[in-house]
């Protein structure tokens, strides 16, 4: 029996696919319909989730199985995963066979036996959310909103302006990587905390001329013994060792001959080869500002200073939201009309700079079931709702009225720049949501001025800033009335950033986002512009936290 199967993130709808066999035969189909009630409770959709390999491999085992005692020719079987709200499809099942009974049979038998054999989940049936008005679609930009595009550096202003930062949270060190610290962290005590050995050698009296001394006792890195030493007299030291008394130098091991308990200094050097204390910092110095963003040197420095419990930016709830009926997983072939979602996978990347917890919801491409799944998918608790796809002027394109639904005040629906010009910024109280265009690229650009710089605020690190450097080539290109933020890499010269532009055609485009590392910025209304010319460029996620 020939069997095809299909997991999909997308909505199944009529005349998705050809019937099984090509329709020849007789062909039985079953499509089960999401209802509107699951243990007696009214709901508005239904998630399922599986392990797709693990349940498409199950799905035709049992066919297989099935298929000894049903000879049938050929089977499809499509399930949804997901949200799939009421009403909608989540699984369709066709067969096709020599007779309608053998059909009937097989696939009677199949539907019994999918809960049990098939590793699909129910995830949990979503509540009805409380009922909000739905416009009539008559008005796409109420009056508040600025129907003209805002200019890339109001855009960015608004945003700064708009997020503030979350409280702070004490967490453990090891969990600090990459959070933002939110206190001033002065030293405890003096840095070094007492005069240590850079060698291992001997310790003796700066005043002791030598060359030749008794050794009295033995220190090691752990074990301070305090002694005042006589002239005459050595301390065989070890590395990092406490010194015995104040005022001693220590003579490297390999300038002495040791002779029994004795040494005899053979060569003469300048250096005291001990670190002071306090030489690095004196009690009560600061060692880190609020606003820093904790990397590895810096959780170096809260460790030695005995910080294990520091002050830091939360976590950040992400809530990141894909709509496009057109849009199939990475591991699904797309069918004419149909891409892969890449801004799922681009976006993840993306935040890996900022500490964050983040849940990827696909929403159907309907506004009131959007309404539905996203206002029952605890969205409420998220500090940031990015949604991709939806955010232009499109019939279809309705995400700014499904953030206004959610309570956000929409402050922008538009930016003048290419790409990305469709970016729509809501906030609502501490929370900010934005609506990403679609198209990767101009997604990509979206959100490194507007995206980063929100979570750079609401996370008290400093934020994204364009810095100067300098064309490296010649960038040929017609002006344009916006602004262009155009993909391009980054290279050190003489001590110079140089900038390379990327081949890019449409805001469509993915290739050129495997090399960016920036985002050049090219003045509206410039043509051409020339190897050498002072440029500024923004740096992207590679460089997330090195240069801004
Ligand atoms: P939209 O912003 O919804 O008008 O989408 C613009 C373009 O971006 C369309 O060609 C979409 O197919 C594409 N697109 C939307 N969402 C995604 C996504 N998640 N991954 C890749 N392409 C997308
Ligand atoms: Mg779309």
């Not at 002791?208 to 050595?234: F, M, S």
């Not at 002050?311 to 496009?324: C, K, N, Q």
């Given at each position: 029996m020939k069997i095809e199967i299909e997991l999909t993130h997308s909505p199944i709808v009529p005349g998705f696919a050809p019937a099984p066999n090509g329709g020849q035969g007789a062909v039985v189909e079953f499509s089960g319909v999401v209802r509107g009630e699951e243990h007696g409770k009214p709901i508005s959709a239904l998630e399922y989730e599986a392990y797709p390999e693990m349940a498409e491999h199950q799905i035709r085992r049992l066919l297989d199985s099935l298929a000894l005692r049903h000879t049938c020719l050929a089977a499809r079987v499509v399930h949804r995963l997901g949200i799939v709200p009421v009403g909608q499809l989540a699984i369709y099942?066709?067969?096709?066979?020599?007779?309608?009974?053998?059909?009937?049979?097989?696939?009677?038998?199949?539907?019994?036996?999918?809960?049990?054999?098939?590793?699909?989940?129910?995830?949990?049936?979503?509540?009805?959310?409380?009922?909000?008005?739905?416009?009539?679609?008559?008005?796409?930009?109420?009056?508040?909103?600025?129907?003209?595009?805002?200019?890339?550096?109001?855009?960015?202003?608004?945003?700064?302006?708009?997020?503030?930062?979350?409280?702070?949270?004490?967490?453990?060190?090891?969990?600090?990587?990459?959070?933002?610290?939110?206190?001033?962290?002065?030293?405890?005590?003096?840095?070094?905390?007492?005069?240590?050995?850079?060698?291992?050698?001997?310790?003796?009296?700066?005043?002791?001329?030598?060359?030749?001394?008794?050794?009295?006792?033995?220190?090691?890195?752990?074990?301070?013994?305090?002694?005042?030493?006589?002239?005459?007299?050595?301390?065989?030291?070890?590395?990092g060792a406490a010194m015995p008394c104040r005022g001693l130098r220590v003579v490297m091991q390999e300038h002495v001959e040791r002779r029994g308990d004795r040494v005899h200094r053979v060569t003469m050097e300048e250096a005291r080869n001990i670190?002071?204390?306090?030489?690095?910092?004196?009690?009560?110095?600061?060692?880190?500002?609020?606003?820093?963003?904790?990397?590895?040197?810096?959780?170096?420095?809260?460790?030695?200073?005995?910080?294990?419990?520091?002050?830091?930016?939360?976590?950040?709830?992400?809530?990141?939201?894909?709509?496009?009926?057109?849009?199939?997983?990475?591991?699904?072939?797309?069918?004419?009309?149909?891409?892969?979602?890449?801004?799922?996978?681009?976006?993840?990347?993306?935040?890996?700079?900022?500490?964050?917890?983040?849940?990827?919801?696909?929403?159907?491409?309907?506004?009131?079931?959007?309404?539905?799944?996203?206002?029952?998918?605890?969205?409420?608790?998220?500090?940031?709702?990015?949604?991709?796809?939806?955010?232009?002027?499109?019939?279809?394109?309705?995400?700014?009225?499904?953030?206004?639904?959610?309570?956000?005040?929409?402050?922008?629906?538009?930016?003048?720049?290419?790409?990305?010009?469709?970016?729509?910024?809501?906030v609502q109280g501490s929370r900010v949501a934005f609506g990403l265009p679609g198209n990767p690229l101009a997604h990509w650009v979206c959100f490194h001025f507007a995206v980063a710089m929100a979570l750079a605020r609401l996370t008290g690190g400093s934020v994204p800033r364009f810095l100067p450097g300098r064309m490296a080539v010649r960038l040929e290109d017609a002006p344009v009335p916006r602004e262009t933020l155009w993909p391009a890499r980054l290279e050190i010269s003489d001590g110079a950033w140089l900038i390379r532009p990327l081949p890019w055609a449409s805001s469509g485009d993915v290739t050129c986002l495997a090399e960016a590392d920036v985002l050049l910025r090219k003045p509206a209304n410039t043509g051409t512009l020339e190897a050498g010319l002072a440029v500024e460029f923004l740096p992207a996620e590679a460089r997330l936290g090195r240069l801004f």
């Open positions: 099942l066709g067969v096709a066979a020599r007779h309608r009974a053998e059909g009937i049979a097989l696939l009677a038998e199949f539907m019994d036996r999918l809960k049990q054999d098939v590793p699909i989940w129910k995830r949990r049936a979503l509540a009805i959310p409380p009922l909000m008005p739905l416009s009539d679609g008559s008005s796409k930009a109420p009056a508040t909103i600025p129907r003209k595009a805002l200019s890339l550096d109001a855009a960015m202003a608004e945003i700064q302006s708009r997020c503030v930062a979350l409280p702070g949270v004490r967490r453990p060190l090891a969990d600090c990587v990459g959070h933002v610290l939110r206190e001033n962290v002065i030293a405890p005590g003096d840095w070094p905390a007492f005069d240590c050995s850079t060698r291992d050698g001997y310790a003796v009296r700066v005043d002791d001329p030598g060359p030749e001394y008794q050794v009295v006792d033995t220190i090691h890195a752990a074990g301070w013994k305090p002694r005042q030493l006589q002239l005459g007299e050595a301390v065989r030291v070890a590395t670190r002071l204390q306090g030489e690095e910092k004196k009690a009560g110095e600061t060692l880190l500002a609020p606003g820093t963003r904790l990397r590895s040197g810096a959780l170096a420095l809260l460790a030695t200073a005995g910080c294990a419990r520091p002050l830091v930016s939360p976590r950040l709830r992400v809530a990141h939201f894909t709509i496009g009926d057109e849009l199939v997983a990475p591991d699904q072939t797309p069918g004419p009309g149909q891409v892969r979602d890449s801004n799922s996978m681009l976006l993840r990347g993306l935040l890996q700079g900022f500490p964050h917890d983040l849940e990827q919801v696909r929403l159907p491409e309907d506004l009131g079931a959007a309404w539905i799944a996203l206002a029952s998918c605890e969205v409420g608790r998220a500090d940031v709702i990015l949604i991709s796809g939806g955010a232009s002027v499109g019939d279809k394109d309705f995400t700014r009225e499904l953030l206004e639904r959610l309570g956000f005040e929409i402050s922008f629906a538009q930016v003048n720049v290419r790409p990305g010009k469709p970016l729509i910024f809501g």
